[in-house]
């Protein structure tokens, strides 16, 4: 899949929650609801700003305390969640 060109960055992926593959994500959009919403790609970067795999698919978000708590599809391991600790999340700028 070929990324766009410019992204948004509206996120940073923290810790797991749980144990079947949540995570926790400090908002960076002051429209976490939309940006969030289930059905929608997330790409993920690292530090450098490189994109790293393919898009992540909300399945499900929730307002946690002053984060969110996300459920990717196919994230379904802690272990899996906890690899994606510390990327960030964007979307295509459109």
Excluded: C, I
Excluded at 58 to 82: C, I, Q, S, T
Aim: proline letters at 7%; zero cysteines.
């Amino acid at each position: 899949m070929t990324e766009p060109l410019r992204h948004l960055v509206v996120g940073r992926l923290r810790k797991p929650h749980g144990l079947k593959g949540s995570v926790t994500v400090f908002p960076l959009t002051d429209d976490p609801q939309d940006v969030y919403a289930a059905g929608v790609q997330l790409w993920l970067k690292d530090l450098d700003g490189e994109f790293v795999g393919e898009p992540l698919t909300v399945e499900w978000n929730k307002p946690y305390h002053r984060e969110w708590l996300l459920k990717f599809v196919g994230v379904d391991r802690v272990e899996v969640a906890d690899s994606l600790r510390g990327l960030f999340l964007s979307v295509p700028d459109s």
